[in-house]
């Protein structure tokens, strides 16, 4: 009995030994079946995972940026638009009047820290014009108030309250240091006249258009200095234009309408001829195509060349420009008088001629204004030049150590330009600052109760020096149309030249950097979006 049971466990043990042996070799020739598949089976395709997150990170980037840009813009205009509470005037500081709204008034006004004085602005403008986009708002590429600041946005987010005064200075008295200013508006209350004490005055009254006396300028000629100017030039554009569209109208009589002649070959005339230029291409030849090809425009220069300050080659790529866009140039040419109806010319050869046109430009030259002649003259052994004010190295004007000046008043060395003005004025800012701790040091000079702390004093007043102004050319940048502009800039020490469509765009890009607010960036990019689109 027990060995059968012994036979029966050997027999069941065999057949486990053999079935585990079967399994296995089973499971071997499985896997060695499966592995030859697996080698002649091709490749899966690439995953789509990598793809899919690089879209899902590039849109939550994207949507980050937007987001952080849109609530950067709107804190930025935000703040503009709600200045905080100022301080108020203080008894015990020192006057300081600011003449004129321009851009040396206006750069000292952005960097003056008002807490040192009680400063008061005294201007016929209330508002700040960006000069050099005043070309595109004469033939509708920009509106007005995209390049205007109001003087009230800058002195609102002073530190301490400043007294902006819309009002012509008529007089300014160097002895009793006083300027008496009248409002000319046409809408005056009771008081329109009043005269302010100042302890220091900074003079920025800027200039007015040089006409040399020519006969006809100032009653037939647009001139391109200020804001009602290029209004002014806008409106007779098209009305020369629609005149000539008139039913009956001769030929002789449209041509005579549609020339236009710009007068100066400088940044502003050039611009102007350009943007001209472009109206006429871009707009006026698809509403008024019957009278496009006969408008007409000349530059008239009296030099041998247009754009004098800059290269020889940019002037020459320039004339090239305007030879491929119909702008005549006319150099060596003197206006001698402008009619109702044409202007007298004289060229090179001597001759004068009369030349019909509809509209004449004057952007050439500037002159002191009344108000500087008269001041000048109370100081007759220091203010000789006639060109305007004398200043020192510390833009003092000689004879009085109390008025500063700036600007296209001034009879400096460097050029009547935006750019020295804008740098003279920010150079007066820090001169202010050094004055008003000098003052400071000095009242508690004078009130010092020891010998020591007296001579600890005198020593801080003798370390305050004012560094003489120097002036930094940054380069000269003019639009000559045709989406071309021209550049001469000094880069390392050696003159860079350059022109064309990417000059365009630095020539944009600049000028938006150099506006004052986000407020102003912001209109003149939209505006040229809107003319790209939609026109002028």
């Known amino acids: 009995m027990s060995m059968s049971r012994t036979l029966v466990r050997s027999h069941v043990h065999v057949q486990k030994h053999f079935l585990t042996a079967s399994t296995s070799r ?25 793809w899919r997150y690089f879209l899902q990170t590039l849109g939550r980037v994207t949507l980050v940026t937007v987001v952080g840009a849109s609530a950067t813009f709107y804190y930025i205009a935000h703040k503009e638009k709600n200045p905080g ?5 203080d008894p015990s500081k020192k006057t300081l009047v600011i003449l004129g709204s321009g851009w040396g008034a206006t750069s000292l006004l952005k960097g003056l820290d008002t807490s040192d004085y009680n400063t008061i602005v005294v201007s016929p403008k209330n508002f700040f014009l960006f000069t050099p986009l ?94 009602h100017d290029a209004e002014k030039m806008q409106g007779r554009f098209l009305d020369c234009v629609e005149s000539a569209a008139f039913p009956g109208q001769s030929d002789e009589e449209k041509d005579r309408l549609l020339h236009m002649v710009v007068v100066g070959g400088g940044p502003t005339g050039i611009e102007l001829s350009g943007e001209l230029r472009d109206f006429l291409e871009e707009d006026l030849k698809s509403w008024y195509p019957e009278l496009a ?95 305007g004010i004398t200043v020192d190295d510390h833009l003092r004007m000689k004879g009085s150590r109390d008025i500063f000046a700036i600007g296209d008043c001034t ?31 000095e009242a508690d000079l004078s009130h010092a109760e020891t010998s020591e702390e007296a001579e600890k004093l005198k020593k801080q007043v003798d370390k305050v020096k004012l560094k ?19 550049a001469d800039l000094p880069i390392f020490g050696r003159e860079w030249t350059s022109g064309g469509v990417a000059t365009f765009m630095f020539w944009r890009s600049a000028y938006l950097s150099t506006l004052f607010s986000l407020r102003n960036r912001s209109l003149v990019a939209g505006d040229w979006m809107r003319v790209k689109l939609w026109g002028r």
């Open 85 to 89: 509470p100022q301080l108020p005037f």
């Open 468 to 486: 003489p102004f120097h002036y930094s050319h940054q380069g000269s940048l003019a639009y000559i149309g045709s989406d071309k502009a021209i």
């Open 134 to 227: 005043l070309p595109s708002v004469a033939v509708g590429t920009l509106n007005a108030r995209s390049i205007l600041q109001p003087t009230r946005y800058l002195t609102r987010h002073k530190q301490r309250q400043v007294l902006v005064i819309e009002a012509e200075a008529k007089e300014v008295d160097p002895v009793n240091k006083t300027v008496t200013l009248s409002d000319d508006s046409e809408i005056r209350g009771q008081i329109s006249s009043t005269t302010i004490p100042y302890d220091y005055l900074v003079y920025a009254v800027g200039a007015e258009t040089q006409t040399f006396g020519i006969p006809g300028v100032k009653e037939h000629a647009c001139f391109m200095k200020e804001l």
């Open 411 to 441: 009879a400096s060395s460097y050029a009547p330009t935006a750019q020295v003005a804008s740098q003279q004025g920010s150079y007066l800012s820090r001169v202010f600052k050094l004055l008003a701790k000098k003052d400071q040091l």
């Open 293 to 387: 090809s006969r408008i007409r425009i000349t530059l008239v220069e009296a030099l041998p060349s247009v754009l004098p300050s800059f290269s020889k080659e940019l002037i020459a790529y320039t004339e090239r420009t305007f030879k491929e866009s119909d702008i005549d140039i006319l150099t060596k040419t003197m206006v001698r008088k402008v009619n109702e109806k044409s202007v007298v010319l004289k060229g090179p050869d001597g001759v004068e001629r009369e030349v019909p046109c509809g509209m004449v430009v004057w952007a050439a030259g500037n002159t002191s204004r009344q108000i500087t002649r008269d001041l000048m003259a109370k100081l007759p052994e220091d203010q000789a030049n006639k060109r």
């Open 26 to 50: 089973a499971q071997s020739g499985s896997v060695a079946s499966t592995g030859a598949a697996a080698s002649q089976t091709p490749p899966p395709p690439p995953s789509q995972g990598r």
